[in-house]
């Protein structure tokens, strides 16, 4: 049966002839836990939530007529939960068989590389988002009505039916947010994950600084 992280831990996070007071020992074992569990517990609940929402977005668009957007932005937040759960799997491949100590930083080492690896995607995902968006609002026939109503009959310049000038401003910002999808990304990471992060870094330094 493999051992649970509590009854792991008992050794505490130092070498077994470290002069440190139990207590401590155990109150920075209680803490590693608390950051660990909440992070999975949260991680999971934001997966599940993305799954939720990909499928209220897919009924929804075909309600308002804009069912492409809705199909691309299915597919795209799948594939993220998909990437994310593979990710996941990595974290239970951690030797347990270690302290507290141990297990936090191959613990910090694979949170690190996760995010990493939506960082990397961040660059691709938000100039989808745009474009997912763009063509189900193209392809939506009472759109294109509303915004000539809006625009009064007037005609962009158009070369082979294409309207130049918009086509330019939509590649400006598909550009744009592929250079900054990485910034987006680490914005949105540190208002959800950002209070976690910062116990982990601090955690991990007290550790080490009591280890000597």
Not at 131 to 137: K, P
């Given at each position: ?75 795209l ?14 974290l ?67 070369v ?52 000597g």
């Amino acid at each position: 049966m493999e051992k649970s992280i509590e009854s792991i831990w008992k050794q505490g996070f130092l070498e077994n002839d470290a002069m440190v007071a139990p207590k401590l020992n155990n109150l920075y074992n209680q803490k590693s836990i608390h950051i660990i569990d909440k992070f999975k517990r949260m991680f999971k609940i934001n997966l599940n939530a993305l799954v939720i929402f990909s499928f209220f977005v897919l009924v929804v668009s075909f309600f308002v007529k804009i069912p492409v957007m809705g199909v691309l932005m299915f597919i795209l937040f799948n594939v993220i939960v998909i990437v994310n759960k593979r990710l996941l799997k990595g974290l239970n491949d951690i030797d347990k068989n270690v302290s507290s100590y141990q297990y936090l930083k191959s613990f910090d080492t694979w949170m690190k590389s996760q995010i990493e690896v939506n960082y990397k995607m961040s660059r691709y995902i938000y100039p989808y988002i745009f474009i997912a968006m763009v063509s189900g609002f193209g392809f939506s026939s009472q759109f294109r009505e509303s915004l000539n109503r809006m625009l009064g009959g007037y005609q962009p310049y158009m070369v082979f039916d294409i309207p130049v000038f918009w086509v330019l401003a939509m590649i400006v910002i598909i550009i744009l947010l592929a250079i900054f999808g990485g910034r987006i990304y680490k914005w949105d990471l540190n208002i959800v994950y950002g209070r976690i992060i910062k116990k982990l870094d601090e955690l991990i330094t007290d550790m080490e600084d009591l280890r000597g």
